[in-house]
């Protein structure tokens, strides 16, 4: 049974249960709250690590055995979480972020301004868009999670002669939905490596 530990929005917490399902996983969900994982990064509020810890304690304690943060921003204190978990959980938690660098190579990356610009998660393996246009991916990334779209045209010129795009935050594929973009999506690769 796989766990999931939350931190998607709504639009993208439906899309990503739509795609572990077409894998025929059955998914579960849990109504924990977590705190902000964007505040910590930033300095500026508490480590979601402890938060994060009891969420999988507790999924295992309700039978999950594998577990999945299905934020990719989240996975910025990744290492820090395995630390803090008991030894027998170490292989069990899914690195969304490595996933996706073992089926692409030097992609652009639209994320949230947090992973991009204040974690070496992805800095060093993908292109960025420049302060610029990460502030509009930023932009758009917030609008999304309020189901508003208002982006697209900038967001498609942002494109314009990258061969690769990585759908770098799960609010993502509904902001390149309407664009005719072809993009990486990294919970599809991550719903296909648990299947």
Same mark, same amino acid.
Request: glycine share 6%.
């Given at each position: 049974?796989?766990?999931?530990?939350? +931190?998607?929005?709504?639009?993208?917490?439906?899309?990503?249960? !739509?795609?572990? %399902?077409?894998?025929g =996983?059955? #998914?579960a969900?849990?109504?924990?709250? $977590?705190?902000c %994982? @964007?505040?910590?990064?930033?300095?500026?509020?508490?480590s979601?690590?402890?938060? =994060? #810890?009891?969420? =999988?304690? &507790?999924?295992h304690?309700? +039978?999950? #055995?594998?577990?999945?943060?299905?934020?990719?921003?989240?996975?910025?204190?990744?290492?820090?979480l395995?630390?803090?978990?008991?030894e027998g959980? %170490?292989d069990?938690?899914?690195?969304? =972020? &490595?996933?996706?660098?073992?089926n @692409?190579h030097?992609?652009?990356?639209?994320g949230?301004?947090?992973?991009?610009?204040?974690?070496?998660?992805?800095? $060093?393996?993908?292109?960025l868009?420049?302060?610029k246009?990460?502030?509009?991916?930023?932009h !758009?990334?917030?609008?999304?999670?309020?189901?508003?779209?208002?982006?697209s045209?900038?967001i498609r010129h942002?494109?314009?002669?990258?061969?690769?795009?990585? !759908?770098?935050?799960t609010?993502?594929? !509904?902001?390149? $939905? &309407?664009? +005719?973009i072809?993009y990486?999506?990294?919970?599809?690769?991550?719903a296909?490596?648990?299947?």
């Open positions: 049974m796989i766990g999931i530990v939350g +931190g998607m929005g709504i639009v993208a917490g439906r899309e990503f249960d !739509a795609e572990l %399902r077409s894998f =996983i059955n #998914t969900r849990s109504d924990n709250e $977590h705190p %994982r @964007v505040s910590y990064l930033l300095g500026t509020g508490p979601p690590v402890s938060s =994060i #810890t009891d969420a =999988i304690l &507790n999924l304690e309700n +039978g999950a #055995t594998k577990f999945v943060l299905a934020c990719n921003t989240a996975h910025a204190v990744y290492d820090e395995i630390d803090n978990l008991p959980f %170490r069990d938690v899914y690195h969304l =972020i &490595n996933i996706v660098f073992e @692409v030097k992609p652009l990356w639209l949230t301004t947090t992973l991009c610009h204040n974690t070496n998660l992805v800095r $060093h393996r993908s292109k868009p420049n302060d246009d990460q502030e509009t991916v930023q !758009a990334i917030w609008m999304a999670k309020s189901c508003q779209f208002p982006y045209s900038e942002l494109c314009t002669d990258h061969d690769t795009i990585v !759908a770098g935050c609010e993502m594929p !509904a902001i390149l $939905h &309407n664009t +005719g072809k990486v999506d990294p919970v599809h690769l991550l296909n490596s648990i299947k």
